[in-house]
């Protein structure tokens, strides 16, 4: 209850804000609306903005879901075979220094105008803070477990298993948040260098046709499932690593 009303607080505040820059800005609508503009706008777009939403969304969650799963497979395949991790650290390493941006108009042309490259740009986009943080994690496991685990004998697997991806779990859920924060950028890039639907779509559009208001209105609703989102993961990451909170609780 103290977090809703952290975020009501937080919410108001943005409110207050956004509405100081529209008076500053000499009420011009057509740079900057003002939020009961927007929020107008919505309600009366609602359909139209629900349906370019759901298409978003829905990009935002396979994207997440594969690349959550790509990361924790090279983060596994990485600290397991030292043949696999001379290979993969390059490629890695790589996803990282080419920019995204740059890949999106080759992965339109590859992949199409469709779901697929959306998908593939979010994907790419949440690899990286995925598969880092778990290898961090994985790597870092106290040198005192591992030596108690070599004195009862216990193989490579069941070291794995029991005592290096449950010491890595809280720097893989410090990663997953990560991710969640950074997963809407990939397929709004997306949409924006080729698409047919979609929030970044609806707001390159509106952009171009001077409708603010719209474009505003669908940026909103992007932030607001952006922030929901991360809570959800958060929430998650707290029930499912229990101990981390613990830390955080002790440390406060």
Known sequence: MARVGRIGVTVAGLLALWHLAYVLNGRRDYLLPSPAQTLETAWRRLDTLWGHALVTYGEILLGLALGTALGVASALALVSWAPVRRWLMPVLVVSQAVPV???APLLVLWLGYGLASKVAMATLIIYFPVASAFLDGL????????E?????NAGRWATLRHIRIPAALPALASGLRVATAVAPIGAVVGEWVGS???LGYLMLHANARMQIDLMF???????VFAVLLYFVVDATMRRL?????ETEAHDG
Not at 148 to 152: G, K, N
Not at 217 to 223: D, E, H
Not at 241 to 245: G, I, L, N
Request: aromatic residues 10%; charged residues 15%; hydrophobic residues 60%.
């Open 196 to 198: 047919s639907a979609g």
């Open 148 to 152: 108690q685990a070599r004195v009862m």
């Open 241 to 245: 690593v229990p101990w981390q909170r």
């Open 139 to 146: 790597r870092r496991t106290d040198p005192l477990w591992l």
């Open 217 to 223: 209105a669908a940026l909103a609703l992007l932030a």
């Open 101 to 103: 941006f740059a890949l």
